[in-house]
């Protein structure tokens, strides 16, 4: 069966190829408007994750950052104490060794005062006995 053109008031009708061939443009044509939107869309969602992520980056990198300066401050710290205890320690080992000195001396004046009274009472005896015994001979000389 044979399909004839008709030409009614100036315009041509379309066969059925010439429309299929058309509608297969036009499909084709949405078909590639769809891809570039799809395109873009994906180009602007890859855009979107990239500032995202680089955001999320950024906000981590001030967290990472002020705990770095935070673990450096107290290291330093750390430092200035483990000195300061030294130092303390030092100190406290001549405190110790000065009040051990100083009992020490203590002791000594207690045996200096302790010899002192002996000494002291030796020469009250000599001092009595040498009294009795001047006495004694001063009783016989008179007699």
């Not at 061939?21 to 799809?38: D, G, M, P, T, V």
């Not at 750390?78 to 051990?100: D, G, N, R, Y």
């Not at 002791?107 to 302790?114: A, P, R, S, T």
Request: hydrophobic share 40%.
């Amino acid at each position: 069966m044979k399909l004839f053109i008709h030409l009614l008031d100036g315009q041509s009708v379309d066969t059925p190829t010439t429309m299929l061939s058309r509608l297969l443009k036009e499909h084709q044509a949405k078909q590639n408007e769809r891809k570039e939107l799809q395109e873009k869309r994906r180009r602007e969602a890859i855009a979107a994750a990239t500032c995202l992520t680089e955001a999320l980056v950024d906000h981590l990198n001030v967290g990472v950052a002020q705990a770095y300066v935070n673990q450096r401050k107290l290291d330093h710290e750390v430092k200035t104490l483990q000195v300061q205890a030294s130092q303390f320690s030092k100190q406290t080992a001549q405190w110790i060794s000065m009040v051990e000195g100083f009992n020490q001396a203590l002791k000594e004046i207690g045996d200096v005062e302790n010899w002192a009274r002996s000494i002291e009472m030796d020469m009250r005896t000599i001092a009595t006995a040498l009294e009795y015994v001047h006495k004694g001979q001063l009783q016989s000389a008179c007699s």
